[in-house]
């Protein structure tokens, strides 16, 4: 098979302005019917009107006695009312359906005697005192929610409460998802010994919680052998059904990378490459007028390419928006330098020492997974940038809530087993707590420490003329130090 190499790369900003321009997810979006108990997170397809009013009917607002105010009216503590139980004073409680012909509640604990009949007032009540009047909260006919509204908890109370039991929503987009790779074994076999050369394919079920976070409905076809005519088969077969497709892996120019060429033979390709790292091999094309992604099959490049081109087209097909993540201020732990020409993500962990929160890098590689499960935050190169510096400020996009921030260890130096033990440990002690460690060599966490960007700094070094460990370096190094 020929080789397709990147011909036309594009940047991340023209690539997401060619995928997401090209496609008008308002008028491609669905409706459809749901009860309104079923309906929390779903986004409104038109305005909702209320069916009756809420309250349907004067309530009581207190527990005491529903009376005529004007019965009421002249009492003082010198010239009380005496009311006769039944007849001009009502038992009510909160909640309660107001007795025709009473127009106030008088509160239980202003009646000198509320077991005596008649009983006693003291005081004169005004009308409609300690009473919800129909359509207190909504009339019918009154709009209840608008078009494009997100529908929470009290949403759907309120819904219920003005006779809504169901409601027109925006259809969850349904995410076709194509894992591809001859030498992937399907989960469902993952409880078994693997064969030599054979890798376990985990990147739909990432993919399918992204989608699901998104707004979207994800179902995951069976995996494709490395194979063209397979492929184009599969997504044929996909798109007649999906809202769009997501085809994981074989989109890089490998000999054996069929993506390009399936999306080629039945529809169009509109970007094959995007100068992001990791997420290098991303292809965004068009089929039957719908949105097909050939998504890295490194786990991290599909993730940060997922968060890039599927994830806002998902969250638009839902009604959704999706919100920035928020930002601070970091300060990288050591020098991050980077290729220039392309946009790179470096996840980093995150802790504050003094008044500077730290920011530790993680392995690079686009395999490595665990980089996003241990990532406090991702730091943005940009394109015609050489990297970052260590101890200059830069925006790290938060994937933590600020507060875990406030409770990390920051260790810098040489790495030791120790301390994914002691990780562990403090999550026993204090789920506040956590560890971020950075391998920068012994002399870097001592030189780290030094100037305030550590906690702790870990050291593994022998001064061959004293025969001893650390201590003549620790001593060198905060020679002349206050």
């Known amino acids: 098979m020929k080789r397709r190499i990147y011909l036309s790369m594009k940047s991340l900003a023209e690539a997401r302005e060619l995928w997401l321009s090209r496609f008008d997810p308002d008028a491609m979006a669905k409706a459809e019917e749901v009860p309104v108990t079923a309906a ?33 009216f002249g009492a003082t503590p010198d010239r009380p009312r005496q009311l006769a139980i039944g007849q001009e004073a009502f038992p009510i409680n909160t909640g309660h359906v107001m007795v025709p012909g009473t127009d106030a509640v008088i509160m239980v604990e202003q009646v000198p005697d509320p077991e005596a009949d008649p009983i006693t007032v003291e005081a004169p009540t005004f009308p409609w005192q300690h ?9 019918r006919g009154e709009m209840v929610l608008a078009e494009g509204v997100e529908i929470t908890p009290w949403a759907q109370g ?30 469902t076999e993952l409880d078994r010994d693997l064969p030599d050369g054979r890798l376990p394919e985990f990147n739909s079920t990432i993919l399918s919680g992204l989608v699901a976070e998104a707004g979207g409905v994800a179902a995951v076809a069976p995996i494709v052998r490395d194979d063209l005519g397979g492929l184009a088969a599969a997504l044929k077969e996909a798109i007649a059904t999906a809202d769009m497709v997501l085809i994981n892996a074989g989109s890089s120019a490998g000999t054996e990378d069929y993506t390009y060429q399936a999306i080629d033979s039945l529809g169009e390709v509109l970007v094959h490459g995007v100068a992001m790292m990791p997420g290098k091999p991303t292809v965004l094309g068009v089929v039957a007028e719908k949105p097909v992604m ?40 050591q020098n991050l330098p980077s290729k220039p020409g392309l946009t790179e993500f470096i996840r980093v962990t995150l802790g504050r020492v003094g008044d500077k929160i730290i920011a530790t890098p993680l392995p690079r590689g686009a395999g490595t997974i665990t980089s996003l499960v241990r990532a406090d935050g991702l730091l943005v190169v940009p394109e015609l940038s050489e990297g970052l510096e260590e101890d200059r400020p830069v925006a790290a996009e938060l994937l933590v809530a600020p507060a875990d921030i406030d409770g990390t260890l920051v260790v810098l130096g040489s790495h030791d087993n120790t301390l994914d033990l002691l990780t562990t440990m403090l999550r026993r002690r204090d789920h506040r707590l956590r ?19 550590a906690h702790l ?26």
């Open 158 to 187: 309120a819904l219920l409460a003005a006779g809504v039991t169901r409601v027109m929503v925006r259809r969850r987009p349904r995410v076709a998802i194509i894992p591809t790779g001859t030498e992937l074994v399907p989960v």
């Open 457 to 482: 700094g870990g050291s593994h070094m022998l001064d061959p003329e004293t025969n001893t460990y650390n201590v003549p370096f620790i001593t060198a190094t905060w020679r002349g130090c206050p």
């Open 131 to 139: 009473v919800r009047r129909v359509g207190e909260d909504l009339v």
């Open 40 to 72: 929390a997170g779903r986004v409104t397809a038109g305005p909702v009107m209320a069916q009756r009013s809420s309250p349907g009917a004067h309530q009581a607002a207190m527990d005491g006695f529903a009376v005529a105010a004007a019965a009421t």
């Open 294 to 333: 050939g998504n890295p099959g490194y786990p991290v490049s599909a993730v940060l390419s997922f968060e890039q081109f599927a994830a806002p087209l998902i969250a638009g097909l839902a009604g959704k928006r999706l919100a920035p993540r928020p930002t601070l201020t970091v300060y990288p732990a």
């Open 435 to 453: 560890l971020s460690s950075g391998h920068v060599g012994s002399l870097g966490g001592l030189m780290a420490l030094r100037q305030g960007r």
